[in-house]
């Protein structure tokens, strides 16, 4: 079997050495979660437009005066939006907090329950955005047709779930991952779902271009040490997908085969 041809995760035109993209929630205060970016060699952290001060709250204290935006990519996200309208305004507001900051992650959610994402507002949403100049990597259910779609309106990045938010179920259909890699021209991202670095191994061994996970990191008994986990996981997940698993088989194989042996 051939190796696969390793490429450079790029986005919106900048190249990432890392492919694990982490949150900014449910962590004790911002210096955990700049311990926790570190140990995860992240590049790119995203943050919650609704519920992290970004600057829009000026007696609060400030992401950006613990995590530089100088050093990391800041990825401001609509969670919370219920609706494009909304989704669409949050975005405009990261874009005026963050200096003309175009790249934007969008996510549209159905419900409070499963937070599973309105694909229809999704569509009109990323739709809207990208007309007005942002780059937008999307937050979508895991189904082939929809993140087609989304490439084809001009996503820079399509992120389907591996589960439900902050679920910690791990890659629940990885074989729908599979068909969307299949057609992607552009970076698929697993956001959401991932609990361990197994699951985070899992989805980088199916071809993923990278993962996207909070919880999983901010809620683990020792957040900095998960961090740390999924750095490794994420990184070997890649190089056994380059390296091209063995082929499954029904029965044994010898490790050292008898052909030829003396008796």
Do not use: W
């Not at 986005?11 to 962590?27: F, P």
């Not at 100088?70 to 219920?82: F, H, M, R, V």
Request: proline share 5%.
């Amino acid at each position: 079997m051939s190796r696969v041809e390793d490429k450079p995760l790029v986005v919106a035109g900048k190249t990432y050495d890392s492919r694990l993209i982490i949150g900014s929630g449910k962590y004790k205060d911002f210096n955990e979660n700049l311990l926790a970016l570190e140990a995860s060699g992240a590049e790119m952290i995203t943050v919650a437009i609704r519920r992290v001060n970004l600057g829009q709250n000026k007696d609060e204290p400030n992401l950006l005066d613990v995590i530089s935006p100088e050093q990391y990519t800041i990825l401001p996200n609509t969670a919370g939006c219920y609706t494009a309208d909304d989704a669409v305004r949050t975005c405009r507001m990261a874009r005026e907090l963050l200096d003309g900051h175009s790249l934007v992650k969008l996510e549209v959610l159905g419900d409070q329950k499963t937070l599973y994402p309105n694909v229809t507002e999704t569509l009109t949403a990323a739709e809207t955005l990208v007309k007005d100049g942002f780059d937008v990597m999307v937050y979508t259910s895991d189904d082939p047709l929809i993140a087609l779609r989304l490439e084809e309106i001009g996503c820079v990045a399509v992120m389907p779930l591996g589960a439900p938010i902050g679920s910690g179920l791990g890659i629940r259909n990885p074989y729908n991952i599979r068909m969307i890699l299949e057609n992607a021209k552009v970076p698929i991202i697993v956001d959401a779902g991932v609990g361990t670095a197994s699951d985070a191994s899992i989805a980088m061994e199916l071809g993923c271009d990278g993962v996207l996970m909070n919880t999983a990191i901010a809620e683990a008994g020792d957040p900095i040490l998960m961090a740390s986990a999924m750095k490794k996981a994420v990184e070997s997940g890649r190089e056994a997908f380059l390296a091209g698993r063995m082929p499954r088989r029904l029965y044994a194989s010898a490790s050292s085969p008898i052909d030829g042996t003396f008796f």
